[in-house]
């Protein structure tokens, strides 16, 4: 799953949120971008979890703050 979280004013510590995702995904990849402090995640997490997530690295966020993409997957590396 692809998210996008707009950070602008969340107390998130990303360190620890990197930590927390890997060990769920060890696959799972996050990014800022610079301009706009909004998140970028990929990781095999469904919403309800990665909203979890983003609270326990000291965010305050809700399922509507949470922005889930449609996949991009087409399934041919992996069936």
Same mark, same amino acid.
């Given at each position: 799953? !692809?998210? /996008?979280?707009?950070?602008?004013? @969340? #107390? $998130?510590? =990303?360190? @620890? =949120?990197? /930590? $927390? $995702? &890997?060990?769920?995904? #060890?696959?799972?990849? *996050?990014?800022?971008?610079? &301009?706009? +402090? !909004? &998140?970028?995640?990929?990781?095999?997490?469904? &919403? #309800?979890?990665?909203?979890? =997530? =983003?609270? @326990?690295?000291?965010?305050h966020f809700t399922h509507?703050q949470v922005r889930q993409?449609?996949?991009? %997957? %087409? +399934?041919? %590396? *992996? +069936?």
């Amino acid at each position: 799953m !692809e998210y /996008r979280v707009p950070t602008t004013g @969340q #107390p $998130l510590d =990303l360190s @620890q =949120l990197e /930590r $927390l $995702l &890997l060990d769920i995904d #060890p696959a799972a990849v *996050s990014d800022v971008n610079a &301009l706009t +402090g !909004e &998140l970028a995640i990929a990781a095999a997490i469904a &919403l #309800p979890e990665m909203v979890a =997530l =983003l609270n @326990q690295a000291g965010g305050h966020f809700t399922h509507k703050q949470v922005r889930q993409l449609p996949s991009t %997957c %087409c +399934g041919d %590396c *992996s +069936g």
